[in-house]
Nanobody, 116 residues
Framework: QVQLVESGGGLVQPGGSLRLSCATS????????MSWYRQAPGKERELVAT????????NYADSVKGRFAISRDNGKNTMYLQMNSLKPEDTAVYYC?????????WGQGTQVTVSS
C-alpha cells in the first residue's frame, strides 16, 4: 500500500524558512520521480518542484526558483522541500506526489502559512 505522509508545515513570517518532508512507504522509492504541489485557497493545485529518480534532476515553478530546493534521500525513502525567503503568496497546502504506472498518489498535505 503506497503511503505518502507530509510534515513540517506551519506559520512563518515573510522572509522566513521551512523544510517540508514527505515520508513514503509501500513502493520502491528510489525508482520513481517525486513532486511537490501546492494549493492556495480558491486556486487550482499547482506543481512546485519535481526531482527525478535516476539523475536527481530537478525542475521548479518560476515562482519558486532560487528560493526553494527539492531533494531526496533514497536511504530514508523521504523527499524534502527546503523553502527560503518565504512570501505571503507561498501560503498554501503543500502535497507530495508520485506517479506509479497509471496511478497517481497524493499525501494528505501540510499547511504552510506565511504571515506577519
Amino acid at each position: 500500500q503506497v503511503q505518502l505522509v507530509e510534515s513540517g508545515g506551519g506559520l512563518v513570517q515573510p522572509g522566513g524558512s521551512l523544510r517540508l518532508s514527505c515520508a513514503t512507504s509501500g513502493f520502491t522509492f528510489r525508482s520513481y520521480a517525486m513532486s511537490w504541489y501546492r494549493q492556495a485557497p480558491g486556486k487550482e493545485r499547482e506543481l512546485v518542484a519535481t526531482i527525478n529518480s535516476a539523475d536527481y534532476n530537478t525542475n521548479y515553478a518560476d515562482s519558486v526558483k532560487g528560493r526553494f530546493a527539492i531533494s531526496r534521500d533514497n536511504g530514508k525513502n523521504t523527499m524534502y522541500l527546503q523553502m527560503n525567503s518565504l512570501k505571503p503568496e507561498d501560503t498554501a497546502v503543500y502535497y507530495c506526489n508520485t506517479r506509479i504506472g497509471l496511478r497517481v498518489y497524493w499525501g494528505q498535505g501540510t499547511q504552510v502559512t506565511v504571515s506577519s
